[in-house]
C-alpha cells in the first residue's frame, strides 16, 4: 500500500496572539499541492521506518521522527509495519513535510491495518502530533485557526492550478521564527486571501535574506499572478496562470541559481 503526503502552503498567514504556553494563535490558510514525499507500507512482526530519496540525508539523525511516532500511535497490540519514506521536500522549509509525512502514515496505516477510523476520528488523533498534521489528515483547501488546527474547509476555485516552489536550500527553525515575532497584532485574515500576508516573513528574511531574493525572481516571472512565502519559510511559491508559464519560470530560475530547490505541480 502507498500514499502521498502532500506538500502544505500558507496562501496567507497572520499572527494574531502568543498564548501564555508560548503558542500563537494564527489565523491561516492552508492548500496542498498534488506531489510530496511518498510513503509505503508492508508487513512486519514491529515498527520499522526506511528512509529514502534526494532528502534522505536530512533525517539521517533523526531516529524518532513524526512517522514513527504517528505509528504508534494509531498501533494495534500485536500489529508491526514496515515503513518506506521517500523523502523529496526539504525539511524545516515551511511546506509542512513532516506533518505530512505523519498524516500521511496515519492515513496509510489505518488501512493497512483495517482500523476504520474516519477522518474526523483521524484528525482529532493527529492534535497530538504537532499543529498542522490536523490540515494534513485531509490536505484539503482550508482556513485553519487558534494554533491552525481549527479547520474550515474553503472553496477556493485554486484547485489544478499551476504553482511553482522554490527554496534556496535554507533550513528555517520554524520555533526561532514564531519566537521572533514583535507582538503586534496587525489584524484578522480577510475573506479574500489574496489581500492577506504572512507575518512571519519580515522575521525569516531577516534570518536567511536569500527569501528576498527568491521573491523576487518569482514575482517577476511572466504568468505569476501572485508570490509568497510560506508558512515559516524558506520556501516560497508562485501561482500561475498556466502550466506553460510555470515550467518556463522553473527552467528560467534553474538556469539563474542551479543550487536551488524547486518543484513544479499543481494545488490539489
Not at 67 to 88: I, N
Not at 134 to 142: L, Y
Not at 233 to 238: D, E, I, L, S
Request: with cysteine; aromatic share 4%; hydrophobic share 45%.
Amino acid at each position: 500500500m502507498r500514499e502521498r503526503a502532500y506538500a502544505k502552503i500558507n496562501l496567507a498567514l497572520h499572527v494574531r496572539s502568543r498564548e501564555p504556553d508560548g503558542y500563537h494563535r494564527i489565523e491561516t490558510l492552508f492548500a496542498f499541492c498534488e506531489d510530496g514525499d511518498e510513503l509505503e507500507v508492508a508487513p512486519a512482526d514491529g515498527l520499522e521506518l526506511h528512509v529514502e530519496g534526494p532528502m534522505r540525508q536530512d533525517l539521517s539523525d533523526e531516529t524518532d521522527n513524526l512517522v514513527l511516532r504517528a505509528a504508534r500511535l494509531l498501533q494495534p497490540g500485536g500489529k508491526g509495519a514496515s515503513l518506506r519514506l521517500t523523502k523529496c521536500l526539504p525539511i524545516a522549509a515551511g511546506l509542512g513535510g513532516g506533518s505530512a509525512d505523519a498524516a500521511a502514515a496515519m492515513r496509510l496505516l489505518n488501512r493497512f491495518w483495517a482500523l476504520d477510523l474516519d477522518s474526523e476520528k483521524l484528525t482529532e488523533l493527529a492534535a497530538s502530533l504537532g499543529a498542522d498534521v490536523p490540515a494534513c489528515i485531509g490536505s484539503v483547501t482550508a482556513r485553519g485557526e487558534g494554533r491552525g488546527d481549527r479547520l474550515q474547509p474553503v472553496e477556493t476555485g485554486l484547485g489544478k492550478m499551476p504553482v511553482l516552489l522554490v527554496n534556496p536550500r535554507k533550513a528555517v527553525s520554524t520555533a526561532a521564527v514564531f519566537r521572533g515575532w514583535d507582538g503586534i497584532d496587525r489584524g484578522p485574515l480577510p475573506d479574500d486571501w489574496r489581500a492577506g500576508r504572512n507575518d512571519l516573513e519580515p522575521i525569516a528574511l531577516a534570518m536567511v535574506p536569500e527569501i528576498g531574493e527568491v521573491l523576487e525572481r518569482l514575482k517577476a516571472q511572466s504568468g505569476a499572478r501572485l508570490a509568497r512565502m510560506s508558512g515559516s519559510g524558506a520556501t516560497c511559491f508562485a501561482l500561475f496562470e498556466s502550466v506553460v508559464e510555470r515550467d518556463a519560470a522553473h527552467d528560467a530560475i534553474a538556469a539563474e541559481r542551479p543550487d536551488w530547490w524547486q518543484l513544479a505541480t499543481r494545488l490539489r
